[in-house]
């Protein structure tokens, strides 16, 4: 079967710098997705991998290893916004997105 | 307006009654989603609709029916619905290309509780 591992929850200070870690088997691979959900809204996109390696953008980076099927989200000088869940999804080989459950981050000050 | 809108925001409603969601995509997309997402558990794909046409049902069961009437409408009809579809039901639409890597983009959802 297609599965997709997250953490549950995670807390961190403000200022500080979060790894939030993904792993992930499925049927053939398109590229990685990570999202934002902040409570109560539409989930929104942060970033996407496809090949191996760091994407940096702005405070948030995230990186894909392949052979492991690992990926991870790096938050830096974390803000009390950035409390969130933070949902990574998966495209397989029929481009379908197989979405992880979500880690919740609460920052705290 | 722009993006992806869904109304009504709430709706609750009792097992026996019959209520429609509805999404909207200002995007030019062509592509449609309807997911199921409850506390602690993956999204989990309802339906997907391409130029209009229902391409992907996951077993879903016949208590829920959607329409696409154009590329940019999708409704969810929901009837005799039990206690355990109370869920937030979230709309995304994407540019739906092959060899695309086809960004979601979601609507607010609809805070649907059955009593």
């Known amino acids: 079967g297609q599965n997709i591992d997250q953490p549950t929850e995670m807390t961190a200070t403000e200022g500080a710098i979060v790894q939030i870690n993904c792993t992930y088997q499925?049927?053939?691979?398109?590229?990685l997705f990570w999202y934002q959900q902040h409570a109560g809204e539409a989930p929104t996109f942060l970033s996407y991998n496809v090949l191996d390696g760091l994407e940096e953008k702005g405070r948030f980076s995230s990186f894909l290893s392949r052979s492991k099927g690992y990926s991870y989200l790096l938050l830096k000088e974390l803000q009390m916004k950035d409390s969130a869940s933070y949902l990574c999804?998966?495209?397989?080989?029929?481009?379908?997105?197989?979405w992880g459950a979500g880690t919740k981050l609460i920052i705290k000050p | 307006e722009t993006g992806v809108t869904q109304t009504p925001r709430h709706l609750v409603m009792g097992m026996t009654n019959k209520k429609s969601l509805k999404c909207e995509q200002h995007l030019g997309h062509n592509a449609m989603y309807w997911y199921k997402q409850s506390a602690k558990k993956p999204l989990e794909l309802m339906f997907v609709?391409?130029?209009?046409?229902?391409?992907e049902n996951n077993s879903v069961p016949s208590r829920f029916s959607p329409e696409c009437p154009n590329s940019s409408h999708l409704f969810l009809h929901l009837h005799t619905l039990q206690p355990e579809d109370s869920a937030l039901y979230l709309c995304?639409?994407?540019?739906?290309?092959?060899?695309?890597?086809?960004?979601?983009?979601f609507g607010p959802g609809t805070r649907l509780t059955v009593l």
């Open positions: 999804a998966v495209t397989d080989s029929n481009y379908q997105l197989i």
């Open positions: 609709y391409s130029l209009e046409e229902r391409v």
């Open positions: 499925t049927s053939g691979f398109n590229g």
């Open positions: 995304a639409s994407s540019p739906r290309e092959e060899g695309d890597y086809n960004e979601q983009f």
